[in-house]
Nanobody
């Protein structure tokens, strides 16, 4: 399954964005979807994940602010990001455990 992130943009601190992760192929509903991000000058880090059964997991610093979900009919996963902080600025990627990873989408949070 190929996954592609979209929905990034520029937002003020405290604002919200919803990222989408569109999957190709008929097996989207069987895969775990992960969100990672890479801030300027930093290593890529895990943000959130959702299994095929709907179990979710988050990086501690985004708990309570970010929500991951999926719609298997639309072959799409989402990352709802609320109460954004400047330190959330990064390129966000979606993918599967072990890859592949699509092109990312840039999220910029201004202070």
């Amino acid at each position: 399954v190929q996954l592609q992130a979209s929905g990034g943009g520029l937002v003020q601190a405290g604002g919200s964005l919803r990222l989408s992760c569109a999957g190709s192929g008929s097996s989207f509903g069987t895969i775990t979807v992960l969100w990672n991000r890479q801030a300027p000058g930093k290593s890529r880090e895990y943000v959130a994940g959702i299994t095929s059964g709907g179990s979710v997991n988050y990086k501690d610093s985004v708990k309570g602010r970010f929500t991951i979900s999926r719609d298997n009919v639309k072959n799409t996963a989402y990352l709802q990001m609320n109460s954004l902080k400047p330190e959330d600025t990064a390129v966000y990627y979606c993918g599967q455990p072990g890859g592949p990873w699509g092109q990312g989408t840039l999220v910029t949070v201004s202070s």
